[in-house]
């Protein structure tokens, strides 16, 4: 009586180590890899207004990504335009500031040089 008592325990056992069993790292190293499954060859065969559907549903994921795409792009080449006439605009403004500058140099030069002859004359 003993022994059988044991053995429906030990098959109650297996049973509940089977179900609960946790599954473990893979051997390969491939964690991402989802875990395969037994080969059923009739588990695919899918009706053609299902398969429409779906290529109808993945053409539609397809176009809005491409939306979403497109717009990044556009705001991403609207703000290198932006920057570049930034910085044009500065390099124009820098430009014109040495130019006064020099304009300025010589300005002032020319007055004192008259300056120093206007001294000549007068001593």
């Keep these: 009586m003993s022994s059988t008592t044991t053995t429906t325990q030990t098959t109650s056992q297996v049973e509940t180590k089977a179900v609960s069993k946790p599954l473990g790292m893979r051997v390969n ?58 910085r044009a605009k500065k390099e124009e403004k820098e430009r014109y500031e040495k130019m006064a500058e020099k304009m300025h140099k010589k300005r002032v030069e020319r007055l004192k040089r008259k300056e120093k002859r206007n001294k000549l004359i007068n001593s």
């Design 29 to 86: 190293g491939k964690q991402w890899h989802a875990p395969k499954k037994a080969f059923r060859p009739g588990s695919g065969l899918t009706s053609y207004e299902k398969r429409a559907k779906e290529r109808q549903l993945l053409a539609a994921v397809k176009a809005k990504e491409k939306e979403l795409k497109d717009e990044k792009e556009a705001e991403r080449k609207r703000r290198i335009e932006a920057l570049k006439e930034k």
